[in-house]
């Protein structure tokens, strides 16, 4: 087994062109070189989960044993109160799996249509992201973190920034979409944004306490 890890050469355990940049923004700090996995020619993991959780730690543990470097990987998704949760671990599949296209786009505009009854009042949601990082594939103390965002969701998009179902995510305490908000500001208040604020001082406290736990 391997003791000693490349602590400033990671891959990332997405080939999601959205995530890789708020990640290289949210961890430039810690003059980490992130690497998305396709750059490495890894296959997408077979997510088969049933929680953010579980299929957080396939996908790290999936790129960290195919190219032997540190994984970090994101699992999110949007909760939805009214409906019960969904699209939850779904929400990049959310309408593929109804057949439709597999896109940002299809996934927001399936989701309008999911919801087009239900009031203002009673779209209350959250998005949800769980940050898992191995040291390597057989890591038996991986690093798991959790962010959450609270929020509601629009009757129509508004907005041309971010990804995914940002247009349609109403933040209440600034007025606008996420998809209307700066990046830095959406860095600051997001699921992601918290999950790595968190990751960031968890890994400070490794590198004080024994930099040999992550390779140093």
Not at 10 to 30: C, I, M, T, Y
Not at 87 to 103: E, L, Q, V
Not at 182 to 194: C, I, M, V
């Amino acid at each position: 087994m391997r003791t000693m890890y490349c602590t400033n050469h990671w891959v990332l355990a997405s080939n999601n062109a959205g995530k890789l940049r708020e990640f290289n923004d949210l961890l430039a700090p810690l003059a980490i070189k992130i690497q998305p996995q396709a750059e490495l020619e890894v296959p997408d993991a077979i997510e088969d989960g049933l929680s953010f959780i579980e299929n957080a730690l396939i996908k790290a543990r999936h790129a960290a044993r195919l190219t032997g470097l540190p994984a970090l990987s994101d699992d999110s998704g949007l909760e939805v109160d009214a409906l019960h949760g969904a699209p939850g671990i779904y929400s990049a599949r959310y309408a593929s799996m109804a057949g439709g296209d597999k896109s940002d786009l299809a996934n927001l505009n399936k989701l309008l249509v999911d919801l087009k009854d239900v009031p203002p009042a009673e779209r209350t949601a959250r998005f949800h992201c769980v940050l898992a990082f191995m040291r390597h594939a057989d890591d038996p103390t991986p690093i798991v973190i959790q962010g959450t965002w609270e929020g509601s969701l629009l009757q129509a998009p508004a907005g041309d920034k971010g990804f995914g179902y940002d247009p349609i995510f109403w933040v209440a305490a600034h007025g606008c979409s996420a998809a209307q908000l700066s990046k830095a500001e959406k860095n600051r208040l997001s699921h992601r944004g918290l999950a790595v604020a968190a990751f960031k001082r968890r890994m400070a406290q490794l590198l004080e306490q024994n930099p040999a736990a992550v390779g140093r």
